[in-house]
């Protein structure tokens, strides 16, 4: 009679004290293992993003370092949105924010009077380009739309949190040698400010 109640007892199962326990302690361990889940996924996003921004910054200072070296110098660049010789700033002498459009005359051989046009896409913060033959003979006139954008344009460069241009030898864009170009760059929490100097191999 005693060994049964002693086996009724063990079949009882847990009580509710130790269900909530038992809640407890699994509660901390989830908690600890998703914070550990987090933090890492946190860490591997950045470091990610510091490695595309760079990858991407490197990338963009070596094409457009090839184009500005081999071109003639700037023929076009404006700040507006609108197009036209009204809102070219050629003649500037200082440094221009977020250029809107950018063209070089693209000097190389066989190629002598292209030009290359540089398109920041304020909508997916990229830069965009084409190169425009000799028959376009202002392709500042072309509508730079960034909604009709189509497969003749190429990504320049991707999270392009901001750009700027300046001519050098504090001159201006017509008349100088050489250009600068700053470009910031943005990836989530991550950022790199990218800069250097080209002088015109082909300028007349």
């Given at each position: 009679m005693i060994y049964k109640k002693k086996l009724i007892r063990k079949m009882d199962g847990f009580s509710l004290v130790e269900l909530l326990v038992a809640s407890v302690i699994v509660s901390i361990i989830v908690g600890v293992i998703g914070s550990f889940l987090v933090i890492h996924i946190q860490s591997f996003e950045t470091a990610k993003s510091s490695i595309d921004i760079q990858y991407e910054g490197q990338l963009a200072l070596n094409r457009i370092g090839k184009v500005a070296m081999e071109s003639g110098g700037v023929s076009y660049i404006t700040s507006d949105q609108r197009t036209g010789m009204e809102h070219n700033a050629i003649t500037s002498t200082g440094r221009i924010d977020n250029p809107y459009a950018l063209v070089f005359e693209y000097v190389s051989e066989g190629n002598h009077g292209d030009k290359v046009v540089f398109l920041h896409d304020f909508v997916y913060n990229r830069i965009v380009f084409k190169t425009i033959d000799t028959l376009e003979s202002m392709p500042y006139q072309i509508d730079y739309n960034v909604s009709m954008?189509?497969?003749?344009?190429?990504v320049f460069a991707e999270y392009?949190?901001?750009?700027?241009?300046?001519?050098?030898?504090?001159q201006s864009f017509e008349e100088s040698g050489g250009i600068n170009i700053f470009i910031n760059f943005r990836k989530n929490d991550s950022t790199i400010s990218l800069s250097n100097t080209y002088k015109y191999r082909n300028k007349n």
């Open positions: 954008l189509n497969s003749e344009w190429y392009v949190d901001s750009w700027a241009v300046e001519p050098s030898y504090n």
